[in-house]
């Protein structure tokens, strides 16, 4: 039985030619939280998502997968965002009500595809300073532990290298020492 994408309008199905195009097909979570938020994603009107619904890797966002692995896996909490929705399913959006709020809205780059900002920017003004010294000091220390836990990973990754770079040396110099290569090799 062939299995085919649960997105409104998608037409993939899974076989030999979506492989190749790099099209993965993922089940939907069995956590019904997350479950829940894939079909509100999905809106549409009745769907019940069983065991065998599955939704093509072309609804998620590159930042969603592990492609550690030989497996192309979702990370936990992705949620599908990247569908082609018919105008009596897009979600309307409100209208900049002043003149200031529209030029701001006109200067920030967008995500074509998604009509939000782009992750990189943050989510607050960086120029601005949190409305109390309590936030502020909160904000502070947040950042100077994530130093600190860098810092570390820095420190542990040099260790790595020279206890790394020491096994060899050890190791070069037992295989001198029984001849088993020479000064070329």
Same mark, same amino acid.
């Given at each position: 039985?062939?299995?085919?994408?649960?997105?409104?309008?998608?037409?993939?199905?899974?076989?030999?030619?979506?492989?190749?195009?790099?099209?993965?097909?993922?089940?939907?979570?069995?956590?019904?939280?997350?479950?829940?938020?894939?079909?509100?994603?999905?809106?549409?009107?009745?769907?019940?998502?069983?065991?065998?619904?599955?939704?093509?890797?072309?609804?998620?966002?590159?930042?969603?997968?592990?492609?550690?692995?030989?497996?192309?896996?979702?990370? +936990?909490? +992705?949620?599908?965002?990247?569908?082609?929705?018919?105008?009596?399913?897009?979600?309307?959006?409100?209208?900049?009500?002043?003149?200031?709020?529209?030029?701001?809205?006109?200067?920030?780059?967008?995500?074509?595809?998604?009509?939000?900002?782009?992750?990189?920017?943050?989510?607050?003004?960086?120029?601005?300073?949190?409305?109390?010294? *309590?936030?502020?000091?909160? #904000?502070?220390?947040?950042?100077? +532990?994530?130093?600190?836990?860098?810092?570390?990973? *820095?420190?542990?990754?040099?260790?790595?290298?020279?206890?790394? #770079? #020491?096994?060899?040396?050890?190791?070069?110099?037992?295989? #001198?020492? *029984?001849?088993?290569?020479?000064?070329?090799?």
């Amino acid at each position: 039985m062939p299995d085919f994408c649960a997105a409104y309008g998608c037409t993939n199905a899974r076989s030999l030619q979506t492989r190749t195009h790099g099209i993965t097909f993922h089940e939907f979570p069995k956590c019904s939280e997350r479950r829940r938020q894939w079909k509100r994603a999905l809106r549409r009107d009745g769907f019940v998502a069983n065991d065998r619904s599955l939704l093509c890797s072309e609804h998620f966002s590159n930042e969603d997968f592990d492609r550690t692995g030989q497996t192309v896996r979702l990370k +936990a909490g +992705a949620v599908p965002t990247i569908f082609n929705f018919p105008v009596h399913l897009q979600r309307p959006v409100a209208p900049r009500s002043t003149t200031t709020s529209r030029r701001a809205g006109e200067n920030l780059p967008m995500d074509p595809q998604q009509d939000q900002p782009p992750p990189d920017i943050a989510p607050d003004h960086q120029y601005a300073f949190p409305s109390s010294p *309590k936030a502020l000091k909160a #904000k502070l220390d947040a950042a100077m +532990a994530t130093v600190r836990k860098l810092q570390r990973e *820095k420190s542990n990754a040099l260790a790595r290298v020279r206890r790394a #770079k #020491k096994n060899m040396k050890a190791l070069l110099e037992e295989l #001198k020492a *029984k001849n088993l290569i020479n000064e070329e090799l």
